[in-house]
Structures are given as structure tokens and as C-alpha cells.
């Protein structure tokens, strides 16, 4: 089967730097990707790993290891508005995207 | 960038009756397109990839007579919730990904539809 794991609620303080991690177990992969969504809004695109090592982008960061089935985002320098949802979707052998549950990120001030 | 719409942003029905809701590509051609659904605190669940011209692949467990994804043009598909009942109360979400896009890794997010049937 298809499972890709989260934790479900996490919190941090402004400033501080937040790892979410996300393991996953696929039939195929075509990369992972993290999006941020802020409640009853779209998914927003934060990042896309296909080879192993870290991608960095500004403020945030993911990682993949595809041997362990592994990957994290992180965030530095943490801001209120960061407070949101990050989705972690694998995108498998057929093309389509199974997004994980989802990990709610309370940043507190 | 490429944008995505969808209409209506909100719906509210009566139960037993069907709503359509569009998806549209506004400036690229989206061979392909996917229609999620999620329900309050999770996460998204995608029932149907649909491809133009040709008939939608539905996720186990998604009635396929009840929601009806109509992909007529490289812009525009639809999706109807046929006989609508309260269960189906939900946020749907469709994504696109752009014509020829090959190894390109981006799908854009429409802003969503909310649908609340009483």
C-alpha cells in the first residue's frame, strides 16, 4: 500500500528554527514535494526534492533520502505568518500526487 | 506564473440535488488535471485524475456515477456531485499540470471550491 506519515500538531517560538519530518512508502517515485496551506485556502508550492541532499531556498529548506524513505522541511527563522499547515506529497510511478496528513505548525510569539 | 481558477469559490445546495463545479487553466493547456476533496483538518484526498478527452481514472473508493469530471477542452474540467447529501460537504480542489510540461515537477492549485449541502 501507500503511506506517507506526518506528525500531526507542532509549535515553536518566532525565530526558532522547525524540522517536519515526512516518511513515506510509495509504488514508484517522481519526487517529493512540500506545500504550505493556510486553512481554507489552495496548497501553495514551498519545495520539490527528486535526487537525495538538501534543496535550500530562502528560509526553507527540504531534504530527501530516498533509501530511507525520508524527507524534512525546514523552516529558520520562524515568523507568526508561518503558522499553517505543511503538506508532504509524493509523487509516484503513475504521476499522481498522495499528499500525507498534513502537519498543523503553531508558531508562537 | 500559471494560475488556476475555479468557480464558485462557495457553494450551498439542498440535499438531493447536483452541483458543478469548473476548473480552469487560465493561461497554459493542462493535458492534465486532478480533483481533490478535503475534509476540515486533513488532508488532501485525491478521488480523480482527469485527462482531456479521455474518461477520468477514479481513486478506490470514489463513486464515479456520483461525481461526474467531464475534461471537454485543454482548459476547463468539471466536476459535478451528483444527488448531493451532507456527507459530501467538503473543500474540492483541482490542480492542473501544463501541457508538455514533461519532467516538469509543478502542479498549480486552483483556489478551492467549499461546498456545504443542507
Known amino acids: 500500500g501507500q503511506n506517507i506519515d506526518q506528525p500531526t500538531e507542532m509549535t515553536a517560538t518566532e525565530g526558532a528554527i522547525v524540522q517536519i519530518n515526512c516518511t513515506y512508502q510509495?509504488?514508484?517515485?517522481?519526487?517529493l514535494f512540500w506545500y504550505q496551506q493556510h486553512a481554507g485556502e489552495a496548497p501553495t508550492f514551498l519545495s520539490y526534492?527528486?535526487?537525495?541532499g538538501l534543496e535550500e531556498k530562502g528560509r526553507f529548506s527540504s531534504f530527501l533520502s530516498r533509501s530511507k524513505g525520508y524527507s524534512y522541511l525546514l523552516l529558520k527563522e520562524l515568523q507568526m505568518k508561518d503558522s499553517a499547515s505543511y503538506l508532504c506529497?509524493?509523487?509516484?510511478?503513475?504521476?499522481?500526487?498522495?499528499f500525507g496528513t498534513g502537519t498543523r505548525l503553531k508558531v508562537l510569539a | 506564473g500559471a494560475v488556476v481558477s475555479q468557480h464558485p469559490s462557495w457553494v450551498i445546495c439542498k440535499s438531493g440535488t447536483s452541483v458543478k463545479i469548473e476548473c480552469r487553466s487560465l493561461?497554459?493547456?493542462?493535458?492534465?488535471m486532478f480533483w481533490y476533496r478535503q475534509f476540515p483538518k486533513q488532508s488532501l484526498m485525491l478521488m480523480a485524475t482527469?485527462?482531456?478527452?479521455?474518461?477520468?481514472?477514479?481513486e478506490q473508493g470514489v463513486e464515479k456515477d456520483k461525481f461526474l469530471i467531464n475534461h471537454a477542452s485543454l482548459t476547463l474540467s468539471t466536476l459535478t456531485v451528483t444527488s448531493a447529501h451532507p456527507e459530501d460537504s467538503s473543500f474540492y480542489i483541482c490542480?492542473?499540470?501544463?501541457?508538455?510540461?514533461?519532467?516538469?515537477?509543478?502542479?498549480?492549485f486552483g483556489p478551492g471550491t467549499r461546498l456545504t449541502v443542507t
Open positions: 490542480s492542473a499540470r501544463e501541457e508538455g510540461s514533461g519532467s516538469s515537477y509543478e502542479q498549480y
Open positions: 510509495t509504488s514508484g517515485f517522481n519526487g
Open positions: 526534492n527528486v535526487l537525495d
Open positions: 506529497a509524493v509523487r509516484g510511478g503513475t504521476y499522481k500526487y498522495i
Open positions: 493561461d497554459f493547456q493542462a493535458t492534465t
Open positions: 482527469s485527462n482531456e478527452g479521455s474518461k477520468a481514472t477514479y
